[in-house]
């Protein structure tokens, strides 16, 4: 009698157990955020620096540019973003309030126009005659 009692308890105890991981919360989905980082003169900017945070100023995060130019931020909350890109001394204006639902991928340019001087690195300069 004392083992029947015993097993059913724990057979209980498993089921409420069980029916409460399945009742949790179930994390919701996640959104991509890709892109490229444009210079001043149009040409993708390898090894840029994109930073990113929710339009309220929270989780501030910086990802960087391949060496084409181009950047993945994956498993964003489903939230609104704001993103700027930096690079040789330049930088982008910051896109704000980027929408991002759950599942989805947006695909942002970003141009690299602001600076105190132009760098060397992007500035034309004439061949010698």
């Not at 097993?7 to 991981?21: D, K, P, S, T, Y």
């Not at 995060?61 to 330049?90: E, M």
């Amino acid at each position: 009698m004392r083992r029947t009692l015993l097993f059913l308890a724990i057979f209980l105890l498993a089921l409420v157990a069980v029916r409460g991981v399945s009742a949790a919360p179930q994390r919701k989905g996640t959104a991509t955020l890709s892109g490229t980082v444009l210079g001043p003169d149009d040409r993708p900017v390898p090894h840029a620096s994109v930073s990113y945070q929710s339009s309220s100023g929270n989780e501030p995060h910086a990802v960087h540019t391949d060496s084409h130019g181009n950047f993945t931020i994956s498993k964003l909350r489903a939230d609104n973003y704001d993103l700027r890109a930096s690079g040789k001394g330049v930088f982008s204006v910051w896109e704000k309030n980027i929408s991002l639902r759950s599942g989805e991928t947006k695909s942002v340019t970003l141009r690299l126009i602001y600076a105190r001087q132009i760098p060397k690195a992007y500035v034309k300069t004439k061949p010698k005659q």
